[in-house]
T-cell receptor, first 114, second 111 residues
Framework: DVKVTQSSRYLVKRTGEKVFLECVQD?????MFWYRQDPGLGLRLIYF???????EKGDIPEGYSVSREKKERFSLILESASTNQTSMYLC?????????????FGDGTRLSIL | DAKTTQPTSMDCAEGRAANLPCNHS???????VYWYRQIHSQGPQYIIH???NNETNEMASLIITEDRKSSTLILPHATLRDTAVYYC????????????FGAGTTVTVRA
């Protein structure tokens, strides 16, 4: 089975802090994704990576950056956390797009910015 | 992506089959049907997907009509742990990397 592991289930940080969310997958997937999920707004893509050191902006990249130094690990960085970044953050991974294989998600990190 | 329509909610008795419908009347030839579910406070869980043939795995069966305009996800023996929001998505595989979920169907399995 595919396993996508997010480093924390719950995290509380203060405004202005630099926050790191880590994600590891064990299926040698090329693609990795960071989404946030908010009530009434659904799932929104923040960033996408299709290879080591490669990234593409999603729909809402402002205030975030990402790092992919190794194939299995994809990090999301909140450069200076703000209260409007309080959300559920979801990491996903998948095989190449042409394979029609699904994205697999981690359990999520519920982040609260105070 | 083609739009999907699902019922807002449904109840199911524990141990009985749960049949979840999804309408995707504007689906195009290269779009697959995917099903995910999300249990409260957890990440979405992939269930099954298919193009035009019926599919079965250890979790569920997917029945796609011959015209591909609708599909049904079948949970053969629902348990209380199957209570979740179920999402039906249609996507082309080519360059479509962004997932988006609609409102889904809230399934409540009752003892």
């Amino acid at each position: 089975d595919v396993k996508v592991t997010q480093s924390s289930r719950y995290l509380v940080k203060r405004t202005g802090e630099k926050v790191f969310l880590e994600c590891v997958q064990d299926m040698d997937h090329e693609n990795m994704f960071w989404y946030r999920q908010d009530p009434g707004l659904g799932l929104r893509l923040i960033y996408f990576s299709y290879d080591v050191k490669m990234k593409e902006k999603g729909d809402i990249p402002e205030g975030y950056s990402v790092s992919r130094e190794k194939k299995e690990r994809f990090s999301l960085i909140l450069e200076s956390a703000s209260t409007n970044q309080t959300s559920m953050y979801l990491c996903a991974s998948s095989a190449p797009l042409y394979s029609n294989q699904p994205q697999h998600f981690g359990d999520g990190t519920r982040l609260s910015i105070l | 992506d083609a739009k999907t329509t699902q019922p807002t909610s449904m109840d199911c008795a524990e141990g009985r089959a749960a049949n979840l419908p999804c309408n995707h009347s504007t689906i195009s030839g290269n779009e697959y049907v995917y099903w995910y579910r999300q249990i409260h406070s957890q990440g979405p869980q992939y269930i099954i997907h298919g193009l035009k043939n019926n599919e079965t795995n250890e979790m569920a069966s997917l029945i796609i009509t011959e015209d591909r305009k609708s599909s049904t996800l079948i949970l053969p023996h629902a348990t209380l742990r199957d209570t979740a929001v179920y999402y039906c998505i249609v996507r082309a595989r080519s360059n479509d990397y962004k997932l988006s979920f609609g409102a889904g169907t809230t399934v409540t399995v009752r003892a």
